[in-house]
């Protein structure tokens, strides 16, 4: 890789120990990545805020680094493990939420905007169209690509911290416009489709695709299925982006067969003791849209809904909370389905929801099974 | 064998070789280094002091966290080679100070499982 003169000092530890680790960073990745410089990023999105994901190590790394670090670009970043205005109801041990406490300080400290959510794409205005950006929150990078016209990388936690302390990003993958032509076409013949099956399809995708894949037979999805399909994507492998339509190269069939596949790995109880939805989290549209949904029907098990502190004047000014907490839904604010301690195996044996990357997670972290269905299934099954 | 090198370093110590991809942050107990994916084939066994050999990392990029974790609770492989870095495994890599090379399809499967190695990661050696 080439670097400026500026760059190599910087790397040689002449501006300080935190640039220096954070350009050996962006150095491994660029050379890992067959990068031949460094390039400037506009916004990074950092994932590594839960204490269940980073445990002690992450904690005292970002302490540590906490010191004398600040972030140089726009930095946004992933939902916590809790809602720090809620979790006293929560069986939670007081450990967890000072470990978690400390991780929020150290992020705020090097000068993060507190998004504490894992869909920037809908609650930040949006740079211009073809600008790089440092995602590392998978389902966010894929929408970014895919949807919103931006560049970036499926970015790692410490790749992405590096680009929100240097403002600076390896020029490789998916920042090439050669490498985000997909060379593989999936064909979507599964019928009918919710975004239930967009996430399926999704984690299809992951599995087989590189870098970037083209996704045919798919037209006119709504956010949810949109948010549903990015994230299974980012949940089964390294792929960064589609497009839609097909492309010249190789054609696979996303068929019923294919389908049934992932919901039998996925899929591991017929029924759950407690309802999860968001992961990714619910934005404002799909927030009303399950308010209207939910009118004149009450849960009939208790049902955790999660979304972006940024909704919340919102979503309460238009109704939609207050209607959702009448048929018995549990809003929680700055945190996710997704390796949240507030879903504990000891209380709970299995959990209903429609998130195919929520399902894969409580599966492997929460360890409890999964009733996978769509949206529309949860609403006609458990509420009355 | 001629390596490619992303985290440079030097070490000798005996291969663990997978076949399928590793998810770090489902697929690893970061207090042990036990392999915890069922569906792996290293299921049950250690990563921690091996030269740990597989294809690449896929799943979430927090994954990076948990070998920077393995290190931290004395768990981690002693070096890794791939034959893709994702950018998880090589940023982990980074910032643990785990040594870490590419390797083509053909050599990769010349590597075998228990086999004592030194690994060059300076000069970009595997002898």
């Known amino acids: 890789m080439e670097l400026t003169k500026e760059e190599e000092a910087a790397l040689d530890g002449k501006q300080g120990e935190t640039l220096a680790l954070a350009y050996r960073t962006l150095v491994a990745i660029g ?3 067959g990068a031949d410089k460094l390039i400037p990023i506009e916004w990074a999105h950092l994932s590594g805020v839960n ?8 904690k005292e790394f970002l302490s540590n680094l906490s010191q004398d670090a600040k972030f140089k670009v726009k930095t946004t970043v992933n939902p916590m493990g809790f809602d720090f205005d809620s979790v006293s109801r929560y069986h939670l041990d007081d450990k967890f939420i000072e470990n978690q406490r400390s991780i929020k300080n150290s992020y705020e400290k090097m000068g993060v905007i507190p998004s504490y959510s894992c869909i920037p794409y809908e609650i930040f205005d949006l740079p211009k169209q073809g600008t790089h950006v440092s995602f590392a929150e ?26 929100a302390l240097t403002g600076k990003s390896p020029s490789s993958d998916l920042r090439d416009d050669d490498i985000r032509k997909p060379n593989l076409t999936i064909r979507m013949k599964v019928e009918p489709r919710d975004e239930l099956t967009y996430g399926m399809l999704g984690y299809f995708a992951g599995k087989v695709a590189g870098s970037s894949v083209a996704i045919s037979g798919v037209n006119g999805l709504d956010r949810r299925s949109c948010k549903s399909l990015c994230a299974g994507m980012g949940t089964s492998g390294a792929c960064g982006m589609f497009t839609f339509g097909e492309e010249e190269g190789e054609k696979i069939d996303f068929d019923k067969n294919e389908m049934q596949k992932i919901h039998d790995e996925l899929n591991t109880s017929e029924k759950g003791d407690l309802i999860t939805l ?7 549209e799909e927030i009303g849209d399950l308010a209207s949904m939910l009118k004149g029907r009450s849960f009939q098990k208790r049902c955790m809904i999660f979304c972006p502190r940024a909704i919340q004047g919102q979503i309460r000014d238009l109704g939609y909370s207050r209607e959702i907490e009448r048929a018995g839904g549990e809003i929680l604010y700055d945190c996710c389905t997704c390796l949240s301690p507030l879903v504990d195996n000891k209380e709970v044996d299995s959990v209903v929801t429609n998130s195919v990357k929520g399902a894969y997670y409580l599966k492997s972290s929460n360890k409890v099974d999964v009733n996978l269905k769509s949206l529309k299934r949860i609403v006609e099954e458990e509420t009355r | 064998m001629n390596v490619k090198v992303i985290v440079r370093g030097k070490t000798k110590g005996s291969l663990l070789v997978a076949k399928n991809p590793i998810n770090f942050l489902g ?15 290293l299921f049950g066994k250690s990563i921690g002091d091996k030269i740990l050999a597989f294809p690449f990392g896929v799943g979430s990029s927090v994954g990076a966290y948990t070998l920077y974790s393995l ?16 950018l998880t495994t090589a940023s982990g890599c980074a910032i643990s100070n785990i040594p ?15 086999k004592e190695i030194t690994l060059d990661a300076i000069e970009g050696k595997i002898l």
């Open chain 1, 278 to 284: 968001g992961s990714p989290q619910l934005g404002i």
């Open chain 1, 51 to 58: 204490y269940n994901t980073i445990g002690d190590a992450g």
């Open chain 2, 100 to 114: 870490l090379v590419v390797v083509s399809k053909d050599d990769y499967d010349l590597l075998q499982e228990n």
């Open chain 2, 27 to 41: 697929g690893i107990d970061k207090k042990t280094g036990i392999v915890h994916d069922k569906k792996h084939d």
């Open chain 1, 31 to 33: 050379e890992a990545s």
């Open chain 2, 71 to 86: 290190k931290y609770n004395n768990c981690a492989p002693l070096a890794m080679i791939c034959l893709k870095a994702d």
């Open chain 1, 138 to 163: 998978s389902n966010a990078a894929i929408y970014a690509n895919s949807f919103s016209g931006l560049k970036t990388n499926k970015e790692g936690a410490f790749s992405a911290l590096a680009s």
